[in-house]
Nanobody
C-alpha cells in the first residue's frame, strides 16, 4: 500500500522544538519533491515548506523562515521538518505530501499536484 506517514507531533511550550518525520511506505521517496502543509482549526490549509528530490531547491513560508528547516534522507525514505522557536500560531495539523511529478519544488508548490498525502500529525503550542 502506497502511503506517507507523519510522526513527531505533540504538545510543546512556546519557544520549544519538535521534529516531524514523513516516511514513505510502498514506494520510493527518492524521485519526489515533498511538501509540508498545515491546517489550523477554522483556517485553510497552507504551505509550510517544500524540498526537492535531491535536497534543493527548498522553499519556506515567510511565517516559518528562519525557524523551520526541511531536510530529507532518501536512504531512509524520510523527510523531516525541524521546528524551532515554536509559537502558538504554529498550532495545527501538519501534513506531508508529494509535490508535482518532476521532483522539483517551485515557489508555487502549493498549487502543484499532490498525489499522496499523509494522515497528519497534531502540533500544539499553547498560548
Amino acid at each position: 500500500q502506497v502511503q506517507l506517514v507523519e510522526s513527531g507531533g505533540g504538545l510543546v511550550q512556546p519557544g520549544g522544538s519538535l521534529r516531524l518525520s514523513c516516511a514513505a511506505s510502498g514506494f520510493t521517496l527518492d524521485y519526489y519533491a515533498i511538501g509540508w502543509f498545515r491546517q489550523a482549526p477554522g483556517k485553510e490549509r497552507e504551505g509550510v515548506s517544500c524540498i526537492s528530490s535531491h535536497g534543493g531547491p527548498t522553499y519556506y513560508a515567510g511565517s516559518v523562515k528562519g525557524r523551520f528547516t526541511i531536510s530529507r534522507d532518501n536512504a531512509k525514505d524520510t523527510v523531516y521538518l525541524q521546528m524551532n522557536s515554536l509559537k502558538p500560531e504554529d498550532t495545527a495539523v501538519y501534513y506531508c505530501a508529494t509535490v508535482g511529478k518532476e521532483g522539483i519544488c517551485t515557489s508555487s508548490y502549493y498549487y502543484q499536484p499532490h498525489d499522496y498525502w499523509g494522515q497528519g500529525t497534531q502540533v500544539t503550542v499553547p498560548s
